[in-house]
């Protein structure tokens, strides 16, 4: 059974950092690229940045792309992502998910999602 489990949220001044981690468990080879995403009230989740575990290759999307980056400890099971530069528009509540696709097109594509961890950043 897949598990995971976000931390790391917490309210910050612009310009500031957070890393955000995600323990996971129970991966198979299904769930072999892992994500970051953020949704805010009244709108959709929005993919940010994803790993392949096993080349760990990665993606951004252009509103993350330069200030965030994703990583993946696989002695830890852990997932993180690094917050710099952070923003008032970053405000969100944040979701790790695990899944099949290499992809930030849509939610629908990933299969597993932890329980979401809240950041918001003022000005």
């Known amino acids: 059974q897949v598990q995971l489990v976000e931390s790391g949220g917490d309210s910050v001044q612009a310009g500031g950092s957070l890393r955000l981690a995600c323990l996971t468990s129970?991966?198979?080879?299904?769930?072999?690229?892992l994500g970051w995403f953020r949704q805010v009230p009244g709108k959709g989740r929005e993919g940010l940045a994803v790993i392949f575990i096993g080349l760990a290759s990665t993606m951004y999307s252009d509103s993350v792309k330069g200030r965030f980056t994703i990583s993946h400890d696989r002695a830890g099971n852990t997932l993180y992502l690094q917050m710099d530069g952070l923003k008032p528009d970053d405000t969100a509540m944040y979701y790790c998910a695990a899944g099949r696709r290499f992809s930030l097109d849509s939610a629908l594509d990933w299969n597993y999602w932890g329980q979401g961890t809240q950041v918001t950043v003022s000005s």
């Open positions: 129970g991966l198979t080879y299904i769930t072999k690229n």
